[in-house]
């Protein structure tokens, strides 16, 4: 092999800037000839490929997002748009490929390996719902940006007496919801994972202020079936019954756009150089990620249309410390 490429597919995630510059600077270490690839599949199936050397990648470790772009391809879903996106790799002399994203890029990766053509995933996405991997690039970052704001709301929520339900993302895993409650010492929790009542959410808010609590925090996973907007309008025609004054705050993709944790550069780094090192050893089809504080390969026909579950005991002890 001599010659790889490398692409960030799906939602961005602070971190696949130092998984690229891993990818690029042990490949060259290893003597391969390595290309970026503009824009996710849509590029991939254009031909948009640059050269990257050790410098093109310098002074991005600390950036967040992804500096060849991604973005979303029909295109790429069709069987017509995965044979074009081959011939473009064939045509680039491309012979291996690293492909940094979530489950809807992986499964890409997955269509390429069945094609023949010699793929690798790393783990990237702040939902950190990805079989294959404990944790995922990005989710300790969008995590600690989402703690950051919770700490925010909690004073100005003291100084009015005011409950705040703070909206974060996942739309079908609430893994950050559930960390960000527990970190954050929010009285309750809403996850896609599990059926809300509005009428519990009233009870919870209500008997913290009855409690003398000078401030309630209720984090919501964007997902849930009862998310933020609609719990913020079932409260309105009950205000009376929570005692406080509510308000809304949705996070949405400000957790995305935050400079990447140390943890999150470090995990990037080691799997990003995990990726190259099954490409030079011949182990195609695999998706590369951590667990059990190792790195770990799976293929990616174990990991596709799968979703990993939350911990219910971490669920129980949000409740528990309310």
Not at 268 to 281: E, F, M, P, Y
Request: aromatic share 6%; hydrophobic share 45%; proline share 2%.
């Amino acid at each position: 092999m001599k010659r790889i490429a490398v692409l960030t597919s799906g939602g961005d995630a602070p971190g696949m800037n130092a998984a690229i510059r891993a990818v690029v600077r042990t490949g060259t270490r290893k003597d391969l000839e390595v290309y970026g690839v503009k824009l996710g599949f849509s590029g991939l199936i254009a031909g948009k490929m640059i050269h990257l050397g050790p410098r093109d990648v310098g002074g991005i470790i600390q950036k967040g997002g992804t500096f060849l772009g991604s973005a979303r391809c029909e295109e790429f879903k069709t069987k017509e748009g995965q044979v074009k996106a081959l011939s473009s790799l064939k045509e680039n002399s491309v012979e291996g490929l690293v492909i940094i994203g979530g489950n809807g890029s992986q499964t890409g990766s997955y269509a390429l390996f069945k094609l023949g053509f010699p793929v690798v995933g790393v783990a990237s996405t702040i939902d950190n719902d990805l079989v294959g991997s404990d944790i995922t690039i990005g989710v300790d970052t969008a995590l600690n940006i989402a703690l950051e704001a919770i700490d925010r709301l909690k004073v100005t929520g003291s100084s009015h007496q005011r409950a705040f339900l703070v909206e974060v993302m996942g739309r079908k895993c609430g893994y950050l919801a559930l960390m960000a409650a527990i970190a954050g010492g929010a009285e309750m929790v809403v996850l896609p994972e599990v059926e809300a009542d509005p009428e519990e959410v009233a009870k919870v808010l209500a008997n913290a202020y009855e409690r003398g609590k000078s401030h309630a925090i209720v984090v919501v996973a964007e997902g849930a079936n009862y998310n933020a907007q609609k719990l913020a309008a079932y409260f309105r025609k009950h205000r009376e019954r929570i005692g406080f004054t509510l308000r809304v705050t949705v996070l949405g993709h400000v957790q995305r756009g935050g400079k990447p944790s140390a943890f999150d550069r470090i995990l990037a780094s080691r799997l990003g150089a995990g990726a190259v090192d099954c490409l030079v050893k011949g182990e195609f089809g695999v998706l590369v990620g951590w667990v059990n504080s190792k790195l770990k390969s799976t293929p990616l026909v174990d990991v596709i249309g799968k979703k990993k579950e939350i911990d219910m005991e971490l669920f129980k002890l949000a409740r528990i410390l309310d």
